[in-house]
């Protein structure tokens, strides 16, 4: 099982963050937790939600009102977009099949 993220590196405050997370090696429909997670520089992991394999989403509650959570099944991917970033939201974005299996990570940084 391999994901790997891709998307831009850098966004502008009050931009939208839109990564994508390519998974080979299984089914996004199959049965896990595809999840995003950050973490921001000098802190710790951050959870920010996942789709499962039948669609459903969920949300950290502190990202909700800004993030979604969607999938390609055709091209076996899932991608996040944050809204309204801000500088506070610079992190590196992994996109993991929760727990088991991690992309490499993504560095984004918000320009103010």
């Known amino acids: 099982v391999q994901l790997q993220e891709s998307g831009p590196g850098l966004v502008s405050t009050s931009q939208t963050l839109s990564l994508t997370c390519t998974v080979s090696?299984?089914?996004?429909?199959?049965?896990?937790?595809w999840t995003w997670i950050r973490q921001s520089p000098g802190k710790g992991l951050e959870w920010i939600g996942y789709i499962t394999d039948s669609g459903i989403t969920d949300y950290s509650p502190s990202l909700r009102s800004r993030t979604t959570i969607s999938r390609d099944t055709s091209k076996n991917q899932f991608s996040l977009q944050l809204n309204t970033v801000t500088p506070e939201d610079t992190a590196v974005y992994y996109c993991t099949r929760w727990s088991e299996y991690w992309g490499q990570g993504t560095q984004v940084t918000v320009s103010s």
């Open positions: 090696g299984v089914s996004i429909t199959s049965n896990y937790y």
